[in-house]
C-alpha cells in the first residue's frame, strides 16, 4: 500500500472547521482523523494482527507532526513485523511505567516494593493475623520480623527468598542465644510465605524445608514451689508481708486460685460474688485467640472461704473502685507483674525458685500428687483445653461441683501446710 499520501504539515494546516472529509489517508493504515478531541485532530493507525483487526492512537496533531506520526507508525509496523501487538506493547509499557512510579512513591515514603518480602509480610499481618490472634500476639510479631527478617531480606521479591536466605537470619537470632525467638520467627516466615502463595506472589514455601535446621528449643517450666515444707514457707511469708496489702492480697489469691497473674492484677469488683463464693473472668480476659476472646465463655472461678476472706478484707481499701487491685500511683490501671514476682525477691524466692506464674504449676502439681484431684478437673480450673480419648475438648463450665470442692480442699491443704502440719504424701489412686 502507497505511503506518505498527505503532502506536508502545511497542507494539514489549510484544513478549516467544516470541511467535509472525515479523515486524511497517509498510506498503510495510518491516517489522520479531522476535528477530534474538541477541534484537534487524531492520528491513529489501523492494522490487523493474527487475523484481527484492531486501531491504535499515535497521538493528536499539531502535538504530533506528521514526520513524529510517521516515526510512530513505522515502529509499530516493525513489533508486528516480530510478532508484537503494537496495543498490548503499549499496554505492556503504561503499566512497567505505572510500577516503575508506584516503586519510586514508596521509595520516597519509605515504604517497601510492591511484592517484597516485607509488603507480602504486613498485608498478611494486617489483613489476616490481627483478625486471628491478640494484638499483643500481632505486635510480638511484627517486631520479630521488623528486627530479624525485614532488615536482610524485606526489599527483595518474595518469589525470589530461598531457605538458605531465610536461614541465615535465623542464624543470627540463634547465635544471640534466643533459639525459641528463631523458631517463632520461622514460624511467622512461612505464614507469610503461604500467604504469599495464596496471593500470587510466589509458588512455594522455603521455610518449610528448614523444619530441621535449627536447635530444639530447651523447655524450661516456670519456677514453682512443690515440696510441702517449702510451701509452708511460702504461706507464711505471704502472711507476714508488711509491704502494700493489694500486692499481699494478689499473691494470696494467686495461691488460693492459681488463675493466671494477668487476670488476677486486671480483675474487677464487677467480676465477683463473694456471697455466693464465684468469680467470673470475662472471655475478653481470659488467653485465647481472637475469636476466643470474642465468642469464647466467660471462666467460672469457685473461691473458697479464704479467698473469700482476703477479698473481703481489701475491699475497705479497693472496693470503692474499678480495679481490685490497682497501682499505687494510678488506681485506673492495675498492678504490674513485675510487682508481684518483685514482692516474693522480698520475701526471700528469688525468680529460679519461685514466680507469680509459679502458683499455677505448685498447684497443678500438689493438687495431683498430694490430693489426688483427676487431672481433667484441675485443667479445667486451670482454663486449659484438654481434649479426652474421643478427640473432643473439656468444656470448661464442666465439673462445677468437683472443682468447688477441689478449692476448698486446696485452701484447706494450703492452711495446714502454712500452720506447719505434718504433711504425709497421699498418692493418687
Not at 93 to 116: F, I, N
Not at 135 to 157: C, I, K, M, Y
Not at 226 to 232: E, L
Request: aromatic share 4%; charged share 25%; net charge positive.
Amino acid at each position: 500500500m502507497a505511503r506518505h499520501l498527505i503532502a506536508s504539515d502545511a497542507a494539514i494546516r489549510t484544513i478549516k472547521p467544516g470541511d467535509p472529509r472525515k479523515r486524511l489517508n497517509d498510506g498503510d493504515g495510518l491516517h489522520l482523523l479531522l476535528f477530534v478531541k474538541g477541534g484537534a485532530h487524531g492520528w491513529r493507525l489501523a492494522y490487523a494482527h493474527e487475523g484481527r483487526r484492531n486501531v491504535i492512537s499515535l497521538g493528536t496533531y499539531p502535538d504530533t507532526s506528521l514526520s513524529n506520526a510517521r516515526k510512530k507508525a513505522d515502529e509499530a509496523r516493525r513489533l508486528l513485523s516480530e510478532g508484537t501487538d503494537p496495543s498490548a506493547a503499549r499496554k505492556q509499557t503504561k503499566t512497567a511505567t505505572a510500577q516503575a512510579d508506584e516503586a519510586d512513591r514508596r521509595a520516597d515514603a519509605g515504604l517497601p516494593p510492591v511484592g517484597s518480602f516485607e509488603a507480602v509480610a504486613r498485608e498478611w499481618l494486617a489483613s489476616v493475623h490481627t483478625a486471628k490472634v491478640s494484638a499483643g500476639h500481632s505486635d510480638r510479631t511484627r517486631l520479630r520480623l521488623e528486627q530479624n527478617v525485614f532488615p536482610w531480606l524485606g526489599r527483595l521479591p518474595l518469589a525470589s527468598v530461598s531457605a538458605p536466605m531465610v536461614l541465615e537470619c535465623l542464624q543470627r537470632v540463634v547465635a544471640r542465644g534466643t533459639v525459641e525467638t528463631a523458631h517463632r520467627v520461622k514460624d511467622a516466615c512461612g505464614q507469610v510465605f503461604r500467604y504469599g502463595i495464596a496471593t500470587g506472589h510466589c509458588e512455594r514455601n522455603p521455610a518449610a524445608d528448614l523444619r530441621d535446621a535449627l536447635p530444639p528449643v530447651r523447655v524450661e517450666h516456670r519456677a514453682a514451689i512443690t515440696d510441702p515444707a517449702r510451701v509452708g514457707e511460702l504461706l507464711r511469708a505471704l502472711l507476714a508481708c508488711t509491704g502494700q496489702p493489694t500486692t499481699q492480697a494478689a499473691l494470696q489469691l494467686a495461691a488460693l486460685t492459681f488463675q493466671r497473674p494477668g487476670e488476677i492484677r486486671g480483675a474487677t469488683w464487677a467480676e465477683f460474688d463473694l456471697d455466693a463464693g464465684t468469680w467470673l473472668i470475662p472471655s475478653h480476659r481470659m488467653k485465647r485467640n481472637l475469636q476466643g476472646k470474642a465468642t469464647g465463655p466467660d471462666h467460672v472461678v469457685p473461691l473458697s472461704r479464704q479467698a473469700v476472706a482476703v477479698l473481703r478484707g481489701l475491699q475497705p481499701l479497693t472496693g470503692s473502685g474499678l480495679l481490685v487491685f490497682p497501682g499505687l500511683r494510678d488506681r485506673a490501671r492495675p498492678i504490674s507483674d513485675m510487682t508481684m514476682n518483685a514482692a516474693l525477691r522480698r520475701l526471700g524466692f528469688d525468680g529460679e525458685e519461685m514466680t507469680a506464674h509459679g502458683f499455677r504449676a505448685m498447684a497443678r502439681t500438689m493438687l495431683s500428687e498430694r490430693l489426688g484431684v483427676a487431672p481433667e478437673v484441675i485443667e479445667a480450673q486451670l482454663a486449659h483445653t484438654v481434649p479426652d480419648a474421643l478427640g473432643r475438648a473439656y468444656n470448661r463450665t464442666e465439673f462445677t461441683d468437683q472443682r468447688r470442692h477441689m478449692m476448698q480442699a486446696w485452701a484447706d491443704y494450703l492452711d495446714t501446710l502454712r500452720m506447719g502440719a505434718q504433711v504425709i504424701p497421699i498418692r493418687a489412686a
